[in-house]
């Protein structure tokens, strides 16, 4: 059995990953630009960037 790593996410955070996910598809797959976040959205998905980067073992943070 592979190492698993469990989140808890929020609805609006996992909305927000979901809607980032599909952007950046869109962006690779036909060239579409990729919106700006507002800062909410950001502050959500950089928290769960940071979390998912201690349970990986790293700081929490990139250099």
Do not use: K, Q, V
């Not at 592979?2 to 955070?13: G, K, Q, S, V, W």
């Not at 996992?14 to 060239?31: I, S």
């Not at 960037?49 to 201690?54: A, V």
Request: charged letters at 30%; aromatic letters at 4%; a negative charge.
């Amino acid at each position: 059995m592979a190492d698993l790593i469990e989140l808890n996410l929020d609805r609006p955070t996992a909305e927000d990953l979901r809607n980032a996910l599909y952007d950046l598809g869109e962006h690779l797959a036909a060239g579409r630009p990729i919106p700006e976040m507002d800062a909410a959205t950001s502050r959500r998905l950089g928290a769960l960037l940071r979390d998912l980067d201690i349970r990986l073992g790293g700081p929490g943070r990139f250099a």
